[in-house]
């Protein structure tokens, strides 16, 4: 093997254009490691705050973007048992995806899915993790219960929506133009509310309110989304878009019994990751090899195009999914 592989590295903080090819030395797996030559990395948001040095990388992560990849195991590391080199998986990861090569925990890698290329799975780790941990481990979303996901044609929103729907819920979600609803609701929300035409307050609260909303805008969609919920409703959030400060009163969370609650994946234990991971592998995987729910690809750039990937994301333009092809 080649001891110098292609990496996108962040030269300083700024927008996409900061984003360098550069040539590294290729590392080694660790204990419970396993080296990835990757095929296919995943761009998601948490990437883009990197890059803009708003989301330092956990320690001991490498300080590369790049959340999730697929490809084939190149390498193992002691202690690492049921994986071998030539395995095709995909992998949750500290960072370090936009690259030839890339280190992951062996408990973080999945199987990639059947019927499914390597490019799709490199798409499903950051947002099948966040979705299952924050929508069904942590809101407790039910069949039968109202659900609201903000950016419903996001790469969070694609695969919440389908989970949800397909675990039963009434879907409702928000998105900023009518195609974009459209494709919600081709997904199975019940109905997509275009945010510049109608006050999702308002739709919900004619549904008798929501059960579970799942939020990463904040700002002053969180005083909203409270005024969404149903009475023992849930708040769950994940990010903060427009800011996590306001005022808010917090009365209505006593008298309706609200919860209020959120987490991040990234700073997360590997022990608390590996217990996502087997989740998935056990309720979500069989649904992706049969073909009942599926990553919604966007757009695909050369791991050279880094930047150009990330200013498509971040003209919100997109419906699902960009990633970046790093080998044929």
């Known amino acids: 093997m080649a001891k110098m592989m292609r990496a996108v590295e962040i030269a300083c903080p700024g927008g996409p254009e900061v984003l360098t090819l550069v040539e590294r030395p290729i590392p080694e797996p660790g204990h419970g490691q396993v080296l990835i030559r990757v095929a296919h990395a995943g761009v998601n948001r948490p990437d883009a705050l990197q890059r803009a040095g708003a989301y330092a990388p956990p320690p001991g992560a490498s300080d590369l973007p790049g959340l999730e990849a697929a490809g084939t195991i190149a390498a193992v590391g002691h202690g690492v048992a049921g994986l071998k080199e030539g395995d095709r998986v995909c992998a949750l990861l500290p960072g370090g995806g936009y690259a030839d090569?890339?280190?992951?925990?062996?408990?973080?890698?999945?199987?990639?899915?059947?019927?499914?290329?390597?490019?799709?799975?490199?798409?499903?780790?950051?947002?099948?993790?966040?979705?299952?941990?924050?929508?069904?481990?942590?809101?407790?979303?039910?069949?039968?219960?109202?659900?609201?996901?903000?950016?419903?044609?996001?790469?969070?929103?694609?695969?919440?929506?389908?989970?949800?729907?397909?675990?039963?819920?009434?879907?409702?979600?928000?998105?900023?133009?009518?195609?974009?609803?459209?494709?919600?609701?081709?997904?199975?929300?019940?109905?997509?509310?275009?945010?510049?035409?109608?006050?999702?307050?308002?739709?919900?609260?004619?549904?008798?309110?929501?059960?579970?909303?799942?939020?990463?805008?904040?700002?002053?969609?969180?005083?909203?989304?409270?005024?969404?919920?149903?009475?023992?409703?849930?708040?769950?959030?994940?990010?903060?878009?427009?800011?996590?400060?306001?005022?808010?009163?917090?009365?209505?969370?006593?008298?309706?019994?609200?919860?209020?609650?959120?987490?991040?994946?990234?700073?997360?234990?590997?022990?608390?990751?590996?217990?996502?991971?087997?989740?998935?592998?056990?309720e979500v995987w069989p649904l992706l090899s049969a073909g009942r729910v599926a990553p919604v690809m966007d757009q695909s750039f050369d791991l050279a195009d880094a930047a150009l990937a990330h200013a498509r994301m971040e003209s919100s333009d997109h419906i699902g999914k960009i990633s970046l092809t790093v080998s044929a």
Request: glycine letters at 10%; a neutral charge.
């Open 101 to 282: 090569y890339a280190l992951a925990p062996a408990a973080h890698c999945l199987p990639v899915p059947d019927g499914l290329s390597l490019q799709q799975a490199a798409c499903l780790p950051e947002t099948f993790f966040t979705v299952w941990s924050n929508v069904f481990m942590r809101g407790g979303l039910r069949g039968g219960e109202v659900f609201l996901v903000h950016g419903g044609s996001s790469g969070i929103g694609t695969t919440a929506i389908q989970l949800a729907h397909h675990f039963g819920a009434r879907v409702f979600t928000t998105a900023g133009t009518d195609e974009k609803c459209r494709a919600c609701e081709a997904l199975g929300a019940e109905r997509a509310i275009n945010y510049r035409d109608a006050d999702f307050v308002e739709v919900l609260k004619a549904e008798g309110g929501a059960d579970l909303i799942l939020d990463m805008v904040g700002g002053d969609y969180i005083p909203r989304n409270i005024a969404s919920l149903a009475d023992d409703g849930r708040l769950v959030q994940i990010a903060f878009l427009q800011g996590p400060k306001v005022s808010l009163n917090l009365a209505p969370i006593m008298v309706r019994r609200l919860t209020l609650t959120g987490s991040t994946l990234r700073p997360q234990s590997d022990i608390a990751k590996a217990r996502i991971a087997h989740q998935l592998l056990c």
